[in-house]
């Protein structure tokens, strides 16, 4: 079972549209966390969200944590060919078991 | 600084021989974690530790054993590896609060068990 849910799986995209991704659960989380991963590498963490209704900039990414604290999106505006990769979210429903979502991959067209 | 470093980075086994992925981290993270990557499930933990001396399973603690003697090292053992086997295996540490789960990863070790 997936206690985070990720969509899209997969975004095909041209280089300066904007994007969204979401990250669903039935589960509150204290704190959600989005990693990129490109290929061959593991993940690298991007952000933390911890307070519901947070929002969170890095630079051209747009990190947003829902109300409730069960959902967070990531937007991404004017996408560049180096924002291609696999998108995760991850949390901790409880305790120290970590679990992410199956991710999103992203590719930017030039 | 090295971080996470996970060896070897490819492995092929024969089904029913055994090895152990090894881990080490050289910021005195306390909580250690083990995971596979298969395509379209994201990463699944198999084991953790959240110090040493103490482990705990995961999601997917079958036909793996852990150990943590140590704060840097997190060896992961596969006792007779099984087809089921292949995959992308990630060490990631952290250290303990509460944003605990805010993890550093290895560039993993891509195992095949023919």
């Known amino acids: 079972t997936q206690l985070l849910e990720q969509s899209p799986q997969f975004l095909s995209i041209q280089e300066g549209e904007n994007l969204t991704v979401y990250c669903n659960s039935s589960s509150v989380f204290s704190s959600l966390q989005w990693y990129r991963q490109e290929p061959g590498e593991g993940p690298v963490l991007l952000v933390t969200v911890v307070t519901g209704g947070e929002v969170k900039k890095l630079k051209r990414l747009t990190f947003q944590f829902g109300d409730a604290r069960k959902d967070s999106s990531l937007h991404i505006t004017a996408a560049q060919p180096g924002d291609t990769g696999l998108y995760l979210c991850a949390g901790a429903p409880g305790g120290f078991k970590t679990i992410f979502g199956a991710g999103t991959r992203l590719f930017v067209k030039a | 600084n090295a971080g996470v470093t996970q060896t070897p980075k490819f492995q092929v086994l024969k089904t029913g021989q055994s090895m152990t992925l090894q881990c080490a981290q050289d910021m005195n993270h306390e909580y250690m974690s083990w995971y596979r990557q298969d395509p379209g499930m994201g990463l699944r933990l198999i084991h953790y530790?959240?110090?040493?001396?103490?482990?705990d399973q995961g999601e997917v603690p079958n036909g793996y054993n852990v150990s943590r003697s140590t704060t840097e090292d997190f060896p992961l053992r596969l006792l007779s590896a099984a087809p089921s086997q292949t995959s992308v295996y990630f060490c990631a540490s952290s250290s303990p609060g509460l944003l605990n789960t805010e993890a550093f990863f290895g560039q993993g070790t891509r195992l095949t068990v023919v």
């Open positions: 530790s959240v110090g040493a001396g103490i482990t």
